[in-house]
């Protein structure tokens, strides 16, 4: 079991007169952000004051790239030709990036979004493409993705450092894969049964899925949701859980 783990949320997911999740009160509490660059969420002012709290708490900055659907907020699946993505990703990290030197600050890692993220997480040359781009852009970025992930086994095979995500308001299915937002058992709700599931994938390295298995899978960062209903809840209170049994929450 490790003793430290990092904690992440998406964040940074607000626009214009829109107000999504709460930056300011979950940024302080956990060690990686993963902030949205404009194609399904944020904007230019959201990014800049995202990093500048980042940069305030000491927290890890993550690159959060989407397909561009700000209707669907990055969760529809959607087609794009291999040389799409590779400019897409590379436009979407630019920009972060940009704001990241503006405030003399280091990207630590990219995380694509939503049904990005769930498709390269089973699609090899949709994996390859995002890897590509990122590491072009800076092959010592790291790659966040679904835990045994075709994404991260292709992130690995570049060279590059993968981070094993697991995620702490999720079920999943016997695959590995996540339950899909279409169905109601997708989200856990109950903070007590997230700390749980938190704990048994921290210090067991297993997950039981929504059958009532277990199976083994690799937690290198726990993910929970900025948007949540009890996205601050669960940040505070898993924390607390970790230290309990001696692991601490630290950037990757």
């Avoid at 009160?25 to 993963?34: C, E, T, V």
């Avoid at 500048?52 to 699946?77: N, S, V, W």
């Avoid at 769930?118 to 966040?144: C, F, G, H, R, T």
């Avoid at 607390?240 to 630290?250: C, M, P, R, S």
């Amino acid at each position: 079991m490790t003793n430290t783990i990092d904690l992440n949320a998406d964040l940074g997911e607000s626009y214009g007169p829109f107000k999504k999740g709460n930056d300011e009160q979950i940024i302080p509490l956990i060690s990686s952000a993963n902030i949205a660059c404009g194609f399904h969420a944020g904007d230019y002012l959201v990014m800049d004051q995202a990093i500048q709290l980042c940069r305030e708490h000491g927290t890890g900055i993550g690159a959060h790239p989407a397909y561009q659907d700000i209707m669907g907020f990055g969760r529809r699946h959607m087609v794009y030709s291999y040389d799409e993505i590779e400019a897409l990703i590379t436009y979407q990290i630019g920009a972060l990036y940009a704001f990241c030197i503006r405030h003399g600050v280091t990207l630590n890692h990219v995380k694509p979004h939503g049904a990005l993220y769930n498709d390269a997480a089973k699609d090899k040359q949709l994996s390859e493409a995002i890897v590509n781009a990122i590491y072009a852009i800076d092959p010592k970025l790291k790659v966040m993705g679904l835990s045994g992930s075709l994404l991260t086994q292709v992130a690995e095979a570049k060279g590059m450092t993968a981070i094993h995500e697991v995620f702490a308001d999720r079920n999943y299915n016997d695959d590995g894969t996540l339950v899909s937002r279409t169905l109601d058992n997708a989200m856990i709700e109950n903070t007590e049964q997230a700390i749980d599931h938190v704990l048994q994938m921290v210090t067991e390295g297993t997950v039981t899925t929504v059958t009532g298995n277990k199976m083994p899978l690799k937690a290198d960062s726990i993910c929970v949701h900025g948007d949540g209903a009890h996205a601050l809840q669960f940040v505070e209170q898993i924390s607390d859980a970790l230290k309990k049994e001696g692991v601490f929450v630290k950037t990757i």
